[in-house]
């Protein structure tokens, strides 16, 4: 009798090598990581939070900086034991650029995460189906066309608006372009992105080229390809960008589900009960909207996109409902440290925020793919 128990033990135990009960071990771990590394990301932006605006040409002590900050949330009193000027320092000058930082980074980092799992592309970023170029041709018009540079709206330059709108078009025309009988296949997509990515900027060179050249002007449209936080109109600014990245990253968790089921293809999305290309236009609508807002405050950033996905899959796995939050997290810190390091590695002279990105970000996702990459999933 005792062998027969045995013998029908074995099959038992040969059924933890199942593929049910690996999906349940990665359920369990997701659970962890949803409990224990999303706090982790928090607290690590509080932080650098804190050290970017306690860095700069004047020092101020990270317990100030701290005091001040909770001060300015009216939860709490700390008793004022620092000048006045550096409070004024924090609040109007470096608070709202490292603000900016951070949402530049949550919009890019998602926007990566939901082109990623929309085209099936380890590779895509964020500024790959034209909206780079898009934003760089309205920067360009801004620049270059006589008066535009001195008009504003709702805190905004012209540049960032033209770039904003230039983002957008860029993203509808590719779209409208790739598709076909109500459908939009992903490889069309991203080949119509690509060739009218090179189309806009051989436009944009050619404006450059033969409109009046203005050094100062030229200069400045090389320093916002390169990538810049540019709060300037502090509240209006951060607060219109804020509602909507905030918005849409409620949008992006709602379509959390339609991104868990295009990694494994239209068909099976259609199968699982998703109507294909209205999800597919949300995605990519939603994408460029958080493209847009991020470009019109920074200019051309690139690499946050595609670090910040890669290194929250890796770490937090390939489903949606968490990859797109820890993303968020995770953008808006590398950000926040790049420009801190943009601002102050060769004071008084400042690094452009693009540069800072690909020479810390490069390295760093290679070293990813290097020594992580058989724990990385798709």
């Not at 049910?20 to 990665?26: C, D, K, W």
């Not at 620092?82 to 609040?91: A, K, R, V």
């Not at 990623?116 to 909206?131: E, H, I, K, S, V």
Request: hydrophobic fraction near 55%; glycine fraction near 10%.
């Amino acid at each position: 009798m005792s062998d027969s128990v045995d013998a029908t033990a074995a099959p038992l135990r040969r059924d933890e090598r199942s593929p049910a009960y690996f999906v349940a071990l990665l359920r369990r771990r997701v659970s962890v990581w949803r409990w224990g590394g999303l706090p982790l990301l928090v607290g690590a932006l509080v932080v650098a939070i804190v050290f970017a605006t306690t860095i700069g040409a004047v020092p101020i002590s990270p317990w100030h900086s701290a005091g001040i900050l909770l001060n300015a949330t009216h939860l709490f009193h700390i008793h004022q034991a620092w000048p006045g000027y550096d409070e004024d320092i924090i609040l109007r000058l470096r608070l709202p650029r490292v603000l900016a930082a951070v949402l530049v980074g949550m919009a890019l980092g998602v926007a990566g995460a939901i082109f990623q799992g929309l085209l099936r592309n380890p590779l895509a970023d964020p500024l790959l189906l034209g909206t780079s170029s898009g934003a760089a041709l309205g920067a360009t018009i801004a620049f270059l066309v006589p008066g535009l540079l001195t008009v504003a709206w709702l805190g905004f330059s012209v540049i960032a608006v033209l770039a904003f709108v230039g983002a957008l078009a860029a993203v509808a025309l590719v779209y409208r372009l790739a598709t076909r009988a109500g459908q939009t296949p992903v490889v069309t997509l991203l080949l119509a992105g690509v060739a009218l990515s090179a189309m806009l900027t051989g436009v944009q060179t050619l404006l450059v080229t033969f409109l009046p050249h203005q050094n100062l002007q030229l200069y400045s449209l090389y320093n916002w390809i390169s990538g810049a936080i540019t709060a300037t109109q502090y509240p209006a600014q951060l607060v219109v960008v804020g509602v909507l990245v905030s918005l849409s990253l409620a949008g992006a968790q709602f379509l959390a589900p339609a991104l868990d089921a295009f990694t494994m293809g239209d068909e099976m999305t259609l199968h699982l009960g998703f109507a294909v290309e209205r999800y597919k236009l949300m995605c990519v609508g939603l994408a460029a909207l958080l493209v847009a807002l991020a470009v019109s405050m920074s200019g051309l950033v690139g690499f946050v996109g595609l670090i910040a996905p890669h290194l929250c899959r890796i770490v937090f796995g390939p489903r949606h409902r968490l990859l797109l939050p820890a993303t968020a997290l995770a953008g808006g810190l590398f950000v926040v440290v790049a420009d801190l390091l943009a601002r102050t590695l060769a004071a008084p002279t400042e690094i452009p925020l693009g540069v800072i990105t690909a020479l810390a970000g490069g390295p760093f996702f290679l070293s990813l793919l290097r020594y992580a990459g058989q724990r990385y999933q798709w």
